[in-house]
């Protein structure tokens, strides 16, 4: 009965231990530094102010698009998965800690896109 009991009780740690694992997102970027590094690394200058681009239609909307979507198109990039005569060099200069910033503030801004839901 003891052992059974026992048995018990250590499943209920490696379940609770599972749920906090489960819990905790994969290492959000920081917000504010993404919008230092925006400004700092010129993203602004085609992406626009606020993520929504207006200067040129080729220029994507950044602004609440999918954080790691964002930061897959930027590791694409830097190994050359994908190529752009524009992204290839901005990438370039990316540490990986900018990257996963700028998502996390590309992310968190209100986007004039829409998902259409079923
Ligand atoms: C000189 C203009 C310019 C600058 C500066 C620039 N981009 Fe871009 N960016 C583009 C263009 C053009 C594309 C589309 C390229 C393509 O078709 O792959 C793009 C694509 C992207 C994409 C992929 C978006 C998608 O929907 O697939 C991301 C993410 C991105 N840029 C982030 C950045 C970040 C972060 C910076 C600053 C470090 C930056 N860009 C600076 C012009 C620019």
Same mark, same amino acid.
């Given at each position: ?11 209920? *740690? ?6 906090? *694992?489960? %819990? ?24 626009? %102010?606020?993520? *929504?681009? *207006? ?51 590309? %992310? ?11």
């Amino acid at each position: 009965m003891q052992a059974r009991s026992n048995f018990h009780a250590a499943l209920s *740690v490696i379940a609770i231990a599972l749920g906090l *694992v489960a %819990a905790t997102p994969a290492s959000a970027g920081n917000i504010q530094k993404g919008a230092e590094t925006a400004n700092s690394a010129g993203c602004v200058g085609c992406h626009g %102010a606020d993520g *929504v681009s *207006v200067t040129d239609p080729t220029f994507p909307i950044l602004a609440g698009q999918y954080p790691d979507f964002i930061e897959r198109a930027l590791l694409d990039y830097q190994r050359g998965a994908r190529t752009n005569a524009i992204m290839t060099g901005m990438a370039a200069a990316l540490s990986k800690e900018d990257i996963k910033n700028l998502s996390a503030y590309y %992310a968190s801004l209100p986007s004039p896109l829409k998902t259409i839901k079923r």
